[in-house]
């Protein structure tokens, strides 16, 4: 079975553009979340969302937005960036009804130039 | 808001050896998750192992234990007979079960193991 997947691995973008990254969950996940792991620190949660719906969101500006798709996959979106958005996004899938712990994907290495 | 603390930026151990991996946490909740998860060069988070805060008994998985002392708010990771693919980040994470269908996971720094040959 294929795990979290996450695209693309790596982008290097400039200050002030916008980015776009992709995952797409364990087959029969339903829920995704996302985090920002800034190099040498624990990640941070952005979103989750559970059948397209939020249900959390973190200390993050409005910049940041998210959505999830009828197939599950999901989408995070940055705009505006800025130097200091450079991290390892990661995206997690769990089933969303008990829960064990997420999976995880290899996550989007984000450099902001 | 809760709050994950792991003193030990680096840790190393002999191959073979026992070592363990300190992680408190503050919180007003009684009921929670705690988890131990690894993070190797390829960036991947791994689950290690999970505890339940109501359960008293601490969870095990092959090599890797905990010990949880829920009054002390202290949920540390033995590793035994540690081998060479140990070697990675380990993270202590917090799950809140106050607010029903919300995932976020609360996580520490890290702990980088380093398993010497």
């Known amino acids: 079975d294929a795990g979290v997947t996450q695209s693309p691995t790596h982008l290097i973008k400039t200050r002030g553009q916008q980015v776009t990254l992709r995952c797409s969950p364990i087959?029969?996940?339903?829920?995704v979340s996302w985090y920002q792991q800034v190099l040498g620190q624990g990640p941070q949660f952005i979103f989750q969302?559970?059948?397209?719906?939020?249900?959390g969101r973190g200390n993050f500006p409005d910049r940041f937005s998210a959505r999830q798709f009828p197939n599950y996959s999901s989408e995070l979106n940055v705009n505006a960036l800025l130097l200091g958005d450079s991290a390892l996004y990661l995206c997690a899938s769990s089933p969303g009804t008990a829960f064990y712990g997420y999976t995880f994907g290899s996550g989007t290495r984000l450099t902001v130039v | 808001a809760q709050t994950v603390t792991q003193s030990q930026p680096e840790m190393s151990v002999q191959e073979a050896e026992t070592v363990t991996l300190s992680c408190t946490y503050d919180?007003?909740?009684?009921?929670?998750?705690l988890f131990w998860y690894k993070q190797p060069p390829s960036r991947q988070m791994i689950l290690v192992i999970r505890?339940?805060?109501?359960?008293?008994q601490n969870a095990t998985e092959n090599r890797f234990s905990v010990n949880f002392q829920k009054a002390a708010k202290s949920f540390s990771l033995k590793i035994s007979d540690s081998q060479l693919g140990d070697a990675a980040m380990y993270f202590c994470a917090y799950r809140s079960l106050a607010n029903f269908g919300n995932e976020k996971l609360t996580f520490g720094t890290g702990t980088r193991l380093t398993i010497i040959p």
């Open positions: 969302y559970y059948e397209k719906e939020e249900r």
């Open positions: 087959s029969g996940h339903k829920s």
């Open positions: 919180t007003s909740e009684s009921d929670y998750y």
């Open positions: 505890q339940e805060a109501y359960k008293q």
